[in-house]
């Protein structure tokens, strides 16, 4: 299974837990597949070293696990659908890359439902779906 994981979620998984580590988990384990672009994996390595500026070890492994890890494609489409165009990346992300499903924990992103037949789902949700 191929997903893209808002900021939030991964954020969320690596600091506190819940659902979204969960998610991290079973994308460590090979269970499923991350697909980003370089600008998404610009915020998440921005966001991390933003809220783990005094954990330079959890720093050092998450940004290797994203480097090595992630399905990494170039944008082909441009989508201009959020009411945050900050988030608008995610959609192409995953129009481009052909994914199962975004997982977020945003408004803005979970307010659009689905993205062309791409279901956009909260952390728990898609557990709750796809992950046994």
Same mark, same amino acid.
């Given at each position: 299974?191929?997903i893209?994981?808002d900021?939030?979620v991964?954020v969320?998984?690596? $600091?506190?837990?819940g659902?979204p580590l969960?998610?991290l988990?079973h994308w @460590?384990?090979?269970?499923?597949?991350i697909?980003?672009?370089?600008?998404?994996?610009d915020?998440? @390595?921005?966001?991390?070293?933003?809220?783990?500026? *005094? *954990?330079?070890?959890?720093v050092e492994r998450?940004?290797?696990?994203?480097?090595?890890?992630p399905i990494t494609i170039k *944008?082909?489409v441009?989508?201009s659908?959020?009411?945050?165009?900050d988030?608008?990346?995610f959609?192409?992300c995953?129009?481009?890359?052909n994914?199962d499903?975004?997982?977020?924990g945003?408004d803005?992103?979970?307010?659009?439902k689905?993205i062309?037949?791409?279901?956009i789902? *909260?952390p728990?949700?898609f557990?709750?779906? $796809?992950?046994?």
């Open positions: 299974m191929r893209v994981l900021t939030n991964l969320s998984g690596i $600091f506190w837990g659902a969960k998610i988990d @460590v384990s090979g269970d499923l597949d697909v980003i672009m370089p600008e998404i994996l915020e998440y @390595v921005r966001v991390i070293n933003e809220l783990a500026c *005094k *954990k330079p070890a959890l998450w940004v290797a696990l994203l480097t090595r890890y *944008k082909r441009s989508i659908l959020s009411r945050d165009p988030d608008d990346k959609l192409e995953a129009v481009s890359g994914v499903c975004i997982v977020s945003d803005d992103l979970l307010a659009l689905h062309h037949t791409i279901p789902l *909260k728990s949700a557990i709750a779906s $796809f992950i046994r």
